[in-house]
């Protein structure tokens, strides 16, 4: 097969791998609804893990920005996103107090789309760019990729359960963000160092756009909760969101 066929492929089964603990999330919708408290709090843990143990330190061992440019683009990810969030919430002043409040859930939507689009962007770059090196790096990346990005979309998954959308809306707003690998593979492929120049930044953004939602909307749940039992249990799996990535990381060499 040509390179461009394994980079489809594996980019393919990258994408599918990493939908496979969210599609099992939404087999069991129901529950899903009742735990959602729960699955955010562990979702804010992988969040957070993500941004700190894999893409910060992989933005800085690119080695193309210094690590004082990295973290200024994971600044600029963060004010990014609290002023996009602002403008949502502008033009969710004039609905009342009961839709302001679904509003306020509703404008985080698009904050989580645009981070794991982004992240499954930076993905479908990084399998094409080492495909292009040899064909046996490419498929141990792919199935690296797909290993830590499970915890992620269960959390993503979870998230957006507890924003209210419905399992088919979420279904739907997966697939359609997991194509963005297939944007980055064929970027990649076609533009190959030129593209991969920019990877820090990507990933410097992204990790910004993790964090905000992680501790501007998640976190502050956890601190507001009134029943005391709930509040421990919460912080517990948020450290165990933290855990199974940095596990599933050690796994995978990462």
Known sequence: MSPLTYILLFTFLGSAGSLIGGVFLLLKSELSRKLSHFLTAFAAGVLLATAFLDLLPEAIREGTLGTDIVLAWTLAGLLLFFLTEQLIHLFHR?????????????????????????????????????FLVSIPLGIVTTFAIAAHEIPQ????????????????????????SSLAAFAGALGAYAFGSALQGYLPVFLALTAGFFIYIATSDIIPEIHYEKRRGFAFLKSGLLVLGVLVLYASLLIVGE
Do not use: C, Q, W
């Open 94 to 130: 004039h609905e009342e107090s009961y839709h302001e409040e679904e509003g306020r859930g509703g404008s985080t939507i698009p904050l989580i789309v645009v981070g794991d689009t982004l992240h499954n962007f930076i993905d479908g770059v990084v399998i094409a760019t080492t």
């Open 153 to 176: 979309e269960i959390g993503d998954f979870s998230l957006l359960l507890h924003k209210g959308l419905s399992p088919r809306k979420v279904l739907g707003i997966n697939f359609m």
